[in-house]
């Protein structure tokens, strides 16, 4: 079956660092690849996606590549704030119709500190 | 906004007792979704919905039942409470567009 698997958290990192924070698929054919950002006590919204392979999701000085070689689609962004602050949750989407489901990571705790 | 609200926004009900949650949309969209946000295990999907009394389970579903008769309303039922279905509920709705659109979450204790 489809299944993601993120790098565990917590992660804590100072202002301005850089982020990494990986994530790697199990699907049979081409999934689409997402990336969501839940901030405390909020609902989780769509922060990039990429829907074939090589294609390059980003917003808000994000970026993920889609790396079909690897099954990979690692989050980065080059100067983290503070306000980024929040858990990240990489997920794909198999299949159309009545199966379009999304399979979510575990999720990974981000803290950037002033 | 979305247009995607979930109530209650928090719940402390007993054992055994049956629970129903709501999730009302007003975009007309297609598909709608209940999953639940546990502690090292991300989000995983309770039932989904792809229309009017149309429903499937998802991986998680022993416990919950679900009910969809309007577009807008996507009902979450849980015939008897138990201390492992302490948990916060989310929403989503999609169309054919590949992302999802998430309500604010219902965290719900069973005491």
Redesign the interface.
Known sequence: GNS?T?MEGPVTLSEEAFLTINCTYTATGYP?L?WYVQYP??????LL?A?KADDKGSNKGFEATYRKETTSFHLEKGSVQVSDSAVY?CAL?RGS??A????????TQLTVLP | DAGITQSPRHKVTETGTPVTLRCHQTENHR?M?W?RQDP??????IH?S?GVK?T?K?EVSDGYSVSRSKTEDFLLTLESATSSQTSVY?C?I?EEA????????TRLTVV
Do not use: N
């Not at chain 2, 590949?98 to 604010?104: D, E, H, K, P």
């Open positions: 993601v993120q689409s997402f006590g909020e609902g989780l919204q769509l996606k829907t949750f989407k119709g009545s379009r489901q999304l399979t979510f990571g575990s999720g | 598909y979704y999953y090292g295990h991300g989000l995983r999907l989904y792809y149309d499937d998802g989310f989503a999609s590949y992302g999802y659109t998430f309500g604010s979450g």
